[in-house]
Structure formats: structure tokens, C-alpha cells
T-cell receptor
Framework: DAGVTQSPTHLIKTRGQQVTLRCSPK?????VSWYQQALGQGPQFIFQ???????QRGNFPDRFSGHQFPNYSSELNVNALLLGDSALYLC????????????FGPGTRLTVT | ELKVEQNPLFLSMQEGKNYTIYCNYS?????LYWYRQDPGKSLESLFV?????AVKQEGRLMASLDTKARLSTLHITAAVHDLSATYFC???????????FGEGTQLTVNP
């Protein structure tokens, strides 16, 4: 079992650009959550997907959007990048949306210049 | 809105000493998580506490949960340098998997 995987590992973008981050959940898991962790802070919940729909959303603007595919993998899209979007983006998968089990991926480090 | 507060935020310890990190949260929950994070890395799961009075231990770390006081503690016994990292507590929704994290405690263990 490969666990939760994320791609890419690192990327650098310019202000105003758009970015797509990808997450593959652990085998057998159908729920994916995304978190943003700015430097020196705790992770903040962005949104959660299961059954291919966004089910919960944290306090993030509409520039942050996502998608879940039939194989449960997920994408996080950020439009009109700001310098403040620079962060570590973490994906977590769960066996179900009610499960206490959480498995975090290695993260994607996004730098916006 | 659920709030999670950790203290201290910074902790410098001598090897061999004991200390406790505290995690307070503002609303009812019976899911409390402790994670370790090394610089530039992802979160490593340490403990999941799911009931009042739960206590779990792994090596030099022991975590406990008091749901009535809305308090969890992470106790470090006879600290060693390898424990230097940032420790986060996170509170889970009772009926879901969304987590709310504390600010983290940056622990430095000095020889």
C-alpha cells in the first residue's frame, strides 16, 4: 500500500497564475481533505470531498476549488495566486467521512513569487 | 467556531528533563490527535484519543484526554535530542473527519 501520495513535491509559481495540486488517497479510502499550512502555523482546513462532491469548506475564498474523481483521487486548484498562498498543502484521506482515521500525505510545497 | 489552543508555543528543554504540553479546545469533541512535524516535512501521527480518560504511551511520550475539561496533555519523559520537532494537537468533529489544529509547540531539546 503506497499510502497517501501527492504531486508535485514542490513548485514555484508567479502571482496571478493558476496551480493544480493532486492527491491520491490511501487504498480503500473514499474521503479526501485538503489543508493549507503557512510557515510557522498549524494546518488550516480548506475543504473535504467524498462521493465526488465538496461536502465541507473552511474559511477560504472561491479562488480555491477542488475536484474528486471516481477513483477517489482529488485535485486542489488555486486561481489568481497571491504571495500569501505560499504554503505547504497537505492532503489527508479517511476510510469514510465519519471515520476518525486520518492519513496525511507528504505535502506539496507551493512558493508564489 | 472551534478553537484549539496549545501552550507553550516554544519550549526549550534539557536532555533528561520532563515537561508537559497542553492543548485546550473550545467545544465538545471526543477525537483528539497529536502529531509531530519535522522541518519541511509532513505530519507524523503520534496518538489518537477517542474517549474521556484515554491515555496512550509510546516511548518517552504519553498523551491523555479529559473531555469534560476539554484538555489534552502530551507529557515528555526524560527528553532526548531526537524529540526536537514541532508538536500539534488537533481536534476532530464528533461526526466527521475535519480537523482543527492548534498553533503548534516548537520543542528544542538541548544536550
Amino acid at each position: 500500500d503506497a499510502g497517501v501520495t501527492q504531486s508535485p513535491t514542490h513548485l514555484i509559481k508567479t502571482r496571478g497564475q493558476q496551480v493544480t495540486l493532486r492527491c491520491s488517497p490511501k487504498s480503500g479510502h473514499d474521503t479526501v481533505s485538503w489543508y493549507q499550512q503557512a510557515l510557522g502555523q498549524g494546518p488550516q482546513f480548506i475543504f473535504q470531498y467524498y462521493e465526488e462532491e465538496e461536502r465541507q469548506r473552511g474559511n477560504f475564498p472561491d479562488r480555491f476549488s477542488g475536484h474528486q474523481f471516481p477513483n477517489y483521487s482529488s485535485e486542489l486548484n488555486v486561481n489568481a495566486l497571491l504571495l500569501g498562498d505560499s504554503a505547504l498543502y497537505l492532503c489527508a484521506s479517511s476510510p469514510s467521512h465519519t471515520s476518525y482515521e486520518q492519513y496525511f500525505g507528504p505535502g506539496t510545497r507551493l512558493t508564489v513569487t | 467556531e472551534l478553537k484549539v489552543e496549545q501552550n507553550p508555543l516554544f519550549l526549550s528543554m534539557q536532555e533528561g528533563k520532563n515537561y508537559t504540553i497542553y492543548c485546550n479546545y473550545s467545544t465538545t469533541s471526543d477525537r483528539l490527535y497529536w502529531y509531530r512535524q519535522d522541518p519541511g516535512k509532513s505530519l507524523e501521527s503520534l496518538f489518537v484519543l477517542l474517549s474521556n480518560g484515554a491515555v496512550k504511551q509510546e516511548g518517552r511520550l504519553m498523551a491523555s484526554l479529559d473531555t469534560k475539561a476539554r484538555l489534552s496533555t502530551l507529557h515528555i519523559t526524560a527528553a532526548v535530542h531526537d524529540l526536537s520537532a514541532t508538536y500539534f494537537c488537533a481536534v476532530g468533529e464528533t461526526s466527521g473527519s475535519r480537523l482543527t489544529f492548534g498553533e503548534g509547540t516548537q520543542l528544542t531539546v538541548n544536550p
